[in-house]
Structures are given as structure tokens and as C-alpha cells.
């Protein structure tokens, strides 16, 4: 099993980027999707989720500003950030449970995205 992060990068604040989260080894539609961030010298936090009916849950900090999404076919998550500030500097992860399950216990290696200001 393996989740492969992408589309970090270098961006202004104001602006915008997709990460995206590609699924192999097993298929993931009725797992729950989640994206989790740790910024420097911090813990990680938890992004947002998505459940396999497409029902999301946000952290209050990046509410109307990121909006994730999931392609069941492709086995794919994706974030969309929007609105970007430096807060939001972190290596950014992605990660699923298992089969119905609750708990995250698959993770992808993480993808750097940074705010510069």
C-alpha cells in the first residue's frame, strides 16, 4: 500500500496550488481521506478529511480557503488551497484508514509547500 503525495511547492501568499494524493496497492473508496500538515518546530495537525460519500470536515483554520476532494475511480485525494498565507508553510501529508475504518494508519512521505510573504 502506498500513497504518493505531489504538488507542493513555492508559492506567493494570495495564491493557490492542488496537491494531490495518488492511491496503489488497494483501493481506497470507503476509506477516509485526510490531509494533515507539520509546520517547523510544530506538531502535526490535521487539514482536512473526506469520507467515501464525499462528506468533509476542515480545521477552522483553512475553512473557505482549501476545499479537498477525492476521485474514487483513480483512487486519488486532492487539496485545493486557496488564498494561501505564510501560516500555512508545512510539509503536508496525506493519509487513509483502513476499509470502513476510522484511524489513519496509512501515510504518504509528504509534500513541502512554502508561503513566502
Known amino acids: 500500500v502506498q500513497l504518493q503525495a505531489s504538488g507542493g511547492g513555492l508559492v506567493q501568499a494570495g495564491g493557490s496550488l492542488r496537491l494531490s494524493c495518488a492511491a496503489s496497492g488497494r483501493t481506497f473508496s470507503r476509506s477516509l481521506m485526510g490531509w494533515f500538515r507539520q509546520a517547523p518546530g510544530k506538531e502535526r495537525e490535521f487539514v482536512a478529511g473526506?469520507?467515501?460519500?464525499?462528506?468533509?470536515t476542515y480545521a477552522d483554520s483553512v475553512k473557505g480557503r482549501f476545499t479537498i476532494s477525492r476521485d474514487n475511480a483513480k483512487n486519488t485525494v486532492y487539496l485545493q488551497m486557496n488564498s494561501l498565507v505564510p501560516e500555512d508553510t508545512a510539509v503536508y501529508y496525506c493519509?487513509?484508514?483502513?476499509?470502513?475504518?476510522?484511524?489513519?494508519?496509512?501515510w504518504g512521505q509528504g509534500t513541502l509547500v512554502t508561503v513566502s510573504s
Open positions: 473526506i469520507n467515501w460519500s464525499s462528506s468533509t
Open positions: 493519509a487513509a484508514t483502513s476499509w470502513g475504518g476510522t484511524i489513519y494508519n496509512y
